[in-house]
């Protein structure tokens, strides 16, 4: 998983119309970073025409959020 272990793990929706419910989003705990072609290149595969998300941060509402870290052998 690009080189770190520990992500967390929510279920919840798009950010953007429909705002389609059942997504599980995935957040790496390290932070990466992306080039401006790296960035480009993916505006270019998957651009749909939003520039930024269509709602405000949602309230957990009860949904747990999950740490994923290897397990130690």
């Known amino acids: 998983m690009l080189g770190s272990r520990k ?11 429909p705002c389609t419910e059942g997504v599980v989003w995935t957040i790496f705990k390290k932070v ?5 072609e ?14 930024a998300n269509a709602r405000p941060t949602q ?4 949904r747990p959020v999950w740490l994923y870290t290897p397990c130690k052998n």
């Open 7 to 17: 992500y967390y793990r929510y279920n919840g929706s798009l950010t953007t119309p």
């Open 32 to 36: 990466r970073t992306a080039s401006r």
């Open 38 to 51: 790296q960035v480009q290149a993916l505006r270019d595969a998957v651009d749909d025409g939003y520039e």
């Open 59 to 62: 309230a957990l509402n009860g």
